[in-house]
């Protein structure tokens, strides 16, 4: 679990203490170490794919206690602690958080930059300072993608099981499974063996994707006994790989039973999961809007020096 920004604040005050220069590799790795922030956890990625979360909070804790003149950049990626810093850890603090932070006139100004720091609220049950801009517009991407997802798959019920059976190719393909040409297709509705889809990887159709494509309530679940009929109908067709993608969801059982097949690699799709990949790989989405955020480039000052 990455800490959030607000709950840095000590551990890298607690870093600076010695009144040496940190460069950003040096004070991100001390922090990790302190407060027991794994190698894997600090791999973890934004879920914008816009960088790093261990990262991108601790940049915005080193922000915040600059604000309150905590710390200070003596050059560009390296941090330091002041006296004022020095001053509120000597009187050993068990939390530093932004509560304590508005006890600086810098950092009220901060907050409330028109200036009238006796307008200055808290709004009850809600400490909006909690979050920087970086995790409202993270809180805000996650929303409207769960609400697009909704919509899609709602777009997606409205159309008849051989629409949905075209559109599971068809996002195969644009993923990147089979991407020769005419490398996708849909069995015939009738006598179809319990195939719905077939994407030939390669020319001569030695390696092929088998698909089973359900188009069921999305409230409904998809238990164990469909998923062994499917194995079934891939071993009739002497296949290693299959892929099952409803509108609805999948049971625990179903899941297990998927997983412990050998012979045969089983993925399951269930209809959210498949919504996400369609807004992923734009298929049946369009962008609406792109906004671009940006950041200072290091290499450019460091060249100019």
């Not at 950049?73 to 932004?98: M, Y």
């Not at 179809?192 to 390669?202: A, H, K, P, R, S």
């Not at 997983?259 to 962008?287: C, F, P, R, W």
């Amino acid at each position: 679990m990455i800490p959030k920004y607000n709950e840095m604040y000590k551990a890298l005050l607690e870093t600076l203490k010695d009144k040496k220069e940190y460069s950003t590799k040096e004070y991100r790795n001390k922090v990790a170490k302190l407060m027991n922030i794994s190698d894997e956890e600090r791999e973890i990625l934004l879920d914008s794919g816009g960088g790093n979360k261990y990262n991108t909070a601790l940049n915005w804790t080193s922000v915040y206690l600059k604000k309150a003149k905590l710390i200070e950049s003596t050059k560009r990626g390296v941090l330091k602690i002041t006296e004022r810093g020095l001053e509120l850890l000597a009187t050993n603090p068990n939390v530093i958080d932004n509560h304590t932070l508005k006890n600086y006139e810098e950092f009220r100004e901060f907050l409330n930059p028109k200036g009238n720091n006796k307008e200055f609220k808290e709004e009850k049950g809600q400490n909006i300072e909690e979050e920087t801009p970086q995790d409202i517009l993270e809180k805000s991407f996650n929303k409207i993608n769960k609400i697009l997802q909704e919509e899609v798959l709602e777009e997606v019920m409205r159309k008849d099981p051989y629409f949905f059976e075209s559109l599971v190719v068809k996002l195969l393909q644009k993923i990147g499974y089979g991407t020769l040409k005419n490398s996708g297709k849909v069995t015939k509705k009738n006598n179809d063996e319990g195939i719905d889809g077939i994407i030939n990887q390669d020319k001569l159709g030695f390696d092929c994707i088998y698909i089973q494509a359900k188009k069921w309530d999305k409230d409904s679940t998809v238990s164990r006994p469909e998923i062994q009929k499917f194995v079934g109908a891939l071993a009739g067709q002497g296949a290693t790989k299959g892929l099952f993608i409803t509108t609805a969801k999948f049971s625990d059982g179903a899941r297990e039973y998927s997983q412990k097949q050998h012979t045969t690699k089983i993925v399951l799709i269930d209809g959210m999961e498949l919504a996400k990949l369609m807004i992923e790989y734009n298929l049946g989405v369009s962008v609406e809007n792109v906004y671009e955020i940006k950041k200072i480039d290091s290499d450019f000052f460091e060249e100019l020096d």
